[in-house]
């Protein structure tokens, strides 16, 4: 018998639950012997039950004793806010595991070995690559302990981000500045220097395209030494500021994934995209290209600590989209660390020859899932 059906049922649902967050989104579908759906769950986020322990809620007692669990992310083996998944499915008689991808979590991995030394059968690694993809940016923050960092910038075709005089609003148009919004709302967090504070005063919000906030913001933080004047528009946020008053980013973004942010998007300007550049931060890259051109010094992106040709930073394109007249050019650095494929652009796309390269995630290592 392959679980593959099964298990796809529970991957459509893991995407019922929210794409932001600390912890991943997973589902679960509970089987009887003979392969018949006897409930179905999934994770709704931080301090709600697991999928595991949503679908079991489903039964009465006693009524999954001997029933195949089929779920997305190996199920936990630890204490958060809620209890280890391992015990909830071994206490309900559960007779056989089947899951998608490994947690690579410190605390919450392990749970396989728990549930065979339980006597429980556990089949892993059904659907793994999709699921892998489903939950790129999570794994990549999982494995790296820190968050899974999207640097967006919006240049003229010649590489500049603003003409010689420092003026930019607008260089792309109105789709262009909808997709950012978009990309924001799928961000815990907004990432900008004090450079962009002090020069634009930017709110920082997500936004629909009639200016009304969107139902999930993003935490704005701002990273630099300099003080932020007190009526910034960024403190009129939803969200409370969070300042990262250091230039040492490897700091600052452990300290976003100690918070909770698991995907970032940094927001310029040209200063602190290129720190992220040099410093290796980058896991993905949103380049918004408008035909246009500035000339001049106001370069997108500065020094990146690459001094000669050898020392270049290759980026493998991920995907073109059109937006009205500007480009959204998707691309990661190589290699690469994770492609978040279920956060596909919704526009016109542009197929991208990759020279029959894997665009798919370097295999998951380490994370964390927390209840
Ligand atoms: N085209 C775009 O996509 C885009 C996006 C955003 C902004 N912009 C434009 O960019 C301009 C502002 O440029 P900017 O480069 O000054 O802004 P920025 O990159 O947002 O801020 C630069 C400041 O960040 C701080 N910082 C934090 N970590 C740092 C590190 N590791 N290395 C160096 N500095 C660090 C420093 O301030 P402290 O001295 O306070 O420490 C630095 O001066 C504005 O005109 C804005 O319109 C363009």
Sequence with gaps: MTWDAAMRTALELA??????GVN???????????????????HRGVGTPHAEVDALSKLPEGGARGATAVVTLEPCNHWG????????????GVSRVVYG??????????????LREAGVEV?????????DVFLGDWLTAARLGRPYIVVKWASSLDGRAAAADGSSKWITGAAARQR?????????????????????????????????????????????TRAVPKDAAVFSHPNPVVFEGTHDLHEAVADLHQRGFRRVYVEGGPTLASAFIAAGLVDEYAIY??????????????????????????????????????????????????LRADRAPAGE???????????????????????
Excluded at 101 to 114: I, L, N, V
Excluded at 309 to 332: N, T
Excluded at 362 to 371: D, K, L, Y
């Design 15 to 20: 995407a019922n639950g929210p794409a932001t």
């Design 24 to 42: 991943p989104r997973v589902g679960c579908v509970l089987l009887d012997a003979e392969g018949g759906i006897l409930a179905e769950g999934w």
């Design 81 to 92: 806010h809620t209890g280890p998944c391992s015990e909830a499915l071994i206490a309900a």
């Design 101 to 114: 991808t490994d947690d690579p979590g410190h605390h919450s991995g392990g749970g396989a070995e728990r």
């Design 123 to 131: 089949v892993a690694g059904v659907l793994r690559d999709e699921i």
């Design 180 to 224: 950012v919004h978009e990309q924001r709302e799928a961000s815990d967090a907004i990432v900008v220097g004090t450079g962009t504070v002090l020069a634009d005063d930017p709110s920082l919000t997500a936004r629909g395209d009639a200016g009304e906030l969107m139902g999930t913001q993003p935490t704005p933080v701002v990273i630099g």
């Design 289 to 338: 290209l408008a035909p246009t051109l500035l000339g001049g010094p106001r370069v997108a992106i500065g020094d990146v600590g690459v001094g000669s040709i050898g020392e270049q930073r290759r980026l493998r394109i991920l995907d073109i989209e059109r937006l009205g007249g500007d480009l959204l050019v998707r691309a990661v650095p190589i290699p690469a660390p994770a």
């Design 349 to 371: 796309h542009v197929p991208v020859d990759v020279g029959g390269a894997d665009i798919f995630p370097a295999p998951p290592i380490p994370t964390g899932q927390e209840g």
